[in-house]
C-alpha cells in the first residue's frame, strides 16, 4: 500500500514537472532593437576612438625609431646598434601592453554601458512573461529553438512594453 502511495505521489509530481509553460525570445534581436543600444555602440566607438589617439604617439614613436635605426644602423658600432634595438623592442612591447590595456578598457565600458540596458530588457520580459504564465523563458539567439508556436513568442509584447516599434 505504502509503495501505491509512493508512485502516484511520484506520478503528480511528474506531471506538475511537465506541466510547465514554455515560451522563447530572440534575446540579442531585442537587445538590438532597443534605442539604448544604438546610443552605447556610439559611445563606445567614441571612447574607442579617444584611445586609438592616445596609442597612435607609441606607434608614430617605434616608426621613428625603426626609421633612424634603417637609416644609420650601419654607421653605429655594436653597441650602439645594441642599444637602439632594445629601445625598438621596449617600443613594441609598450604598444602590445598599451593594445591589451585598450582591450581591457573597452571590455569594461561595454560591460558597463550593456548591464543597465540588459536589465531594462530582463524587466520587461519576466513582466510579460509573468503575465501571460509562462515559467520558463528560453533565448533563442542561437537558434535554440526548433518548434514553437507563435504565440509562445514573446518578442512583440516584450518590444510593445518596452515601447519598441
Given amino acids: 500500500m505504502k509503495f501505491w502511495y ?5 506520478l503528480f509530481m511528474g506531471t506538475a514537472a511537465f506541466s510547465q509553460k514554455t515560451a522563447y ?13 544604438k546610443q552605447a555602440t556610439d559611445t563606445l566607438q567614441k571612447y574607442q ?16 625609431k625603426l626609421q633612424e635605426y634603417d637609416s644609420l644602423g650601419a654607421k653605429w658600432t655594436e653597441q650602439i646598434k645594441a642599444m637602439k634595438e632594445k629601445e625598438l623592442q621596449d617600443a613594441q612591447a609598450a604598444i602590445q601592453d598599451y593594445r591589451q590595456r585598450m582591450e581591457e578598457k ?11 540596458i540588459m536589465d531594462k530588457a530582463k524587466k520587461a ?5 509573468t503575465e501571460k504564465g509562462y515559467t520558463l523563458v528560453i533565448d533563442n539567439s542561437k537558434d535554440e529553438v ?20
Fill in 49 to 64: 576612438q579617444e584611445l586609438a589617439k592616445d596609442g597612435q604617439y607609441l606607434v608614430a614613436e617605434y616608426t621613428r
Fill in 6 to 10: 509512493t508512485t502516484v505521489a511520484l
Fill in 146 to 165: 526548433l518548434i514553437g508556436s507563435d504565440a509562445d513568442d514573446l518578442m512583440a509584447p516584450v518590444k510593445a512594453k518596452l515601447g519598441l516599434k
Fill in 25 to 37: 525570445i530572440n534575446f540579442q534581436q531585442l537587445i538590438a532593437a532597443m534605442p539604448e543600444t
Fill in 125 to 129: 520580459l519576466k513582466a510579460i512573461a
Fill in 106 to 116: 573597452l571590455g569594461a565600458k561595454d560591460q558597463q554601458l550593456l548591464i543597465p
